[in-house]
């Protein structure tokens, strides 16, 4: 079992969407967060929410696409926080599109971030980890990982490469006392795309609250888990697990199934939608 009181956690992607309620969980562990995002607006607003819940923050305005410099930001938390005990990678990005459609500049953006980005950032803590005998990093992935989405193909291929890194990474770490653990949300009701677009989630799809995937954090650091996934309820998450067992031994039945459930059809109405998003930003 990880404890998670006064560990220093750096925390990715924490100003907006799941990430916000990460922090929040965080606190309530007593937690030394290092929020790190963008958006300094994001993380100010954050900080407040944390130190309100007992919790202790360092928040970081940081690019993760810029690979190169990630040791300077892990040094920095280093000296400022001390050792980064856990490492909770949320920090990702999707673009609705037509295969044929993306730019390179965007599938190297959504490999970076989702990806790239993940693996770096670990390679450089572990060194510490190793050496303490202790740490944990999580990885959160997504369903899609599982069963590519169509129109969304590129985050996909990421969440799939996180998953599977995940995987080997687990199995190279096995007696070493550090543990890294996935989590695997399905639909998140009211964060990214969905509440950016506004499109309707598939009823047969089932939906989870972003709390759900904050307790599912918790749960897999604190008892080492390796891969959780989060689906509604435990029902509903079971039902996920037998279905994508299914998928990999007949994809064309998975192709089917979401066929059936409309995600095609809701992904194609992303792509309007993002654009009509897009356009009122600009204006």
Known sequence: MT????????????????GVYIARALAKEKATIVGVSRSQDGLDQVSAEVKALGG????????????????????????????IGILINNA?????????DYSTAEL????????????????????????????????????????????????SASKAGLLMWT????QELADTNVEISAICPGYV????????????????????????????V?????????EVIVNQDPITANISK????????????????YHWMGVSKLNKLRIKNQKRVALKLSM
């Open 92 to 100: 990702g990005i999707e673009i609705y599109k037509k295969f044929q």
């Open 167 to 170: 995987d080997a990474l687990r």
């Open 242 to 257: 037998l279905l994508i067992a299914l998928w990999q031994i007949s994809p064309q039945f998975g192709d089917t199934v």
């Open 218 to 226: 918790i749960q897999a650091i604190e008892k080492n888990q390796a």
């Open 189 to 216: 009701s009211g964060q990214g795309m969905i509440a950016d677009t506004g499109v309707p989630i598939p009823k047969l799809a089932g939906t989870s609250k972003p709390d759900d995937v904050a307790k599912a």
């Open 3 to 18: 404890i998670i009181a006064d560990q220093t956690v750096l925390l990715t992607g924490a100003s907006r969407g799941i």
């Open 108 to 155: 190297h953006s959504i490999l970076t971030i989702n990806l790239l980005s993940a693996m770096e950032l670990s390679r450089l803590v572990l060194p510490t980890m190793l050496n303490q005998r202790k740490g944990h990093i999580v990885n959160i992935a997504s369903l899609a990982g599982k069963k590519g989405n169509p129109y969304n193909s590129v985050y």
């Open 56 to 83: 202790h923050w360092l928040g970081i305005k940081y690019d993760l696409s810029q690979l190169e410099e990630l040791p300077d930001l892990v040094e920095k938390i280093n000296q400022l926080a001390g050792p």
